[in-house]
């Protein structure tokens, strides 16, 4: 039972990054998928969230209009599209699944967590 995140890396201010997400090893018929991330010193916080029940529901008015999660439902991999990075937004990202069709905003509902991915957006 697995979660893998790719695909942080630096960026310019104004730039773009699609963050992925595999899953492995796990029934997928209800599974809640969400990306969070962690800036240093600040709490681990929930940008979006796809389950079953819901399409992508975004958490946070920063990152609304800019970030966008999508899936590939039969490949195992959620996405997470970035656009128009801006300082602010440099942090490791991590995906997190749970079981269920909800998605919530606290991280304590998640028991599956991916390594992190970090993502630096220099200004």
């Known amino acids: 039972v697995q979660l893998q995140a790719s695909g942080g890396g630096l960026v310019q201010a104004g730039g773009s990054l699609t963050l992925s997400c595999t899953a492995s090893?796990?029934?997928?018929?209800?599974?809640?998928v969400g990306w969070f991330r962690q800036a240093p010193g600040l709490e681990r916080e929930a940008i979006s969230c796809i389950s079953r029940n819901s399409g992508p529901t975004t958490y946070g008015d920063s990152v609304k209009g800019r970030f966008t999660m999508f899936t590939d439902g039969s490949k195992k991999t959620w996405y997470l599209q970035m656009n128009n990075l801006k300082s602010e937004d440099t942090a490791t990202y991590y995906c997190a699944a749970r079981a269920g069709r909800l998605c919530f905003e606290d991280t304590k509902y998640f028991g599956l967590w991916g390594q992190g991915t970090l993502v630096t957006v220099s200004s």
């Open positions: 090893g796990f029934s997928f018929s209800d599974l809640a």
